[in-house]
């Protein structure tokens, strides 16, 4: 079947996706859906209580499927005027920063999680990352050089996550042990890496305009789902054998009705009322 993204939502600037392009966000737009139903599918195979990390990753997964079904539609995007290579108006696709912004945090939740660092420099953490994407969509946005300002501080901000993923982090006690830190030496060292190339193409495309909407889609895209899919198979099949319980992350509280079992009556002949959720 023809792809009529396009002529049901018409582009909305002078540069703008193409058919090819949309043609590309639908099949990225597949894989984040059939990786979506493999994860979703590996959680439930998870005992209640030890699915915090898969829960993750299908939250990351099912906000990154929105995401490109929007592009791949052709929406989610707001024409602003160029500053290099010609004139007119270009498309800068918000969805996309909407995804990083829920996303992107997650990610470096998932992996920093399994180091001994504290909740304070996590929460520091995700907090860069937050002002990371959102000085990016700012700096997108604006059609004056002052959005290289804006551009200047995201990095900043990149340079901390860095810091934390490749010093901080590894130097911490892991409650799961030595196996785990393998791990996550790689993990960390991989996504720094795709943390590079993503101001690169920031700068090529929303920044420069010298790559067209469509490259710059392909670009995202091939980084996105290295990022998202691939990161995230990777880090689950690294914690399939690890004790979930050294991770200090267990509530002891269980949804599943299934799981409860009455107490011992007391002489009154009421049930006894012990901790909550030690059942």
């Known amino acids: 079947m023809a792809n009529d993204a396009l002529d049901s939502n018409p582009p909305n600037a002078t540069y703008h996706l193409s058919t090819h392009g949309s043609d590309w966000l639908w099949a990225a737009f597949s894989i984040f859906g059939v990786s979506l139903l493999a994860v979703v599918g590996l959680t439930f195979s998870r005992p209640r209580g030890s699915r915090l990390f898969h829960q993750i990753a299908v939250v990351v997964l099912t ?23 010609g004139d007119g108006t270009r498309q800068i696709w918000y969805v996309r920063y909407i995804n990083w912004f829920i996303t992107f945090p997650l990610l470096l ?26 000085t990016g969509l700012v700096a997108a946005l604006v059609p004056s050089t002052y959005k290289w300002g804006y551009y200047v501080f995201g990095v900043a901000a990149l340079f901390y996550i860095w810091y934390v993923l490749l010093w901080h982090g590894p130097h911490t006690t892991f409650a799961a042990g030595g196996a785990l830190r393998r791990g996550y030496l790689f993990a960390a060292g991989y996504l720094s890496l795709l943390l590079l190339i993503y101001p690169i193409a920031w700068a090529c495309a929303e920044g420069g305009n010298v790559i067209s909407v469509t490259s710059e889609m392909i670009w995202y895209g091939i980084l996105d789902i290295f990022a998202g899919p691939i990161f995230l198979f990777f880090f689950l099949w690294e914690l399939r054998g690890v004790d979930y ?8 509280k269980y949804t599943d009705k299934s799981a409860y079992h009455p107490q011992t009556t007391q002489a009154t002949g009421s049930p006894s009322t012990g901790a909550a959720g030690n059942v």
């Open 245 to 252: 319980a050294s991770f200090g992350l267990h509530s002891g």
């Open 63 to 85: 906000t990154g499927s929105l995401a490109y079904f929007s592009m791949a539609s052709d929406l989610g995007a707001t024409p602003v005027p160029v500053e290099f290579r």
């Open 109 to 134: 939740l998932e992996l920093l999680l399994a180091t001994g660092l504290s909740l304070s420099d996590i929460f520091t953490t995700l907090f860069m990352a937050v002002v990371l994407v959102i």
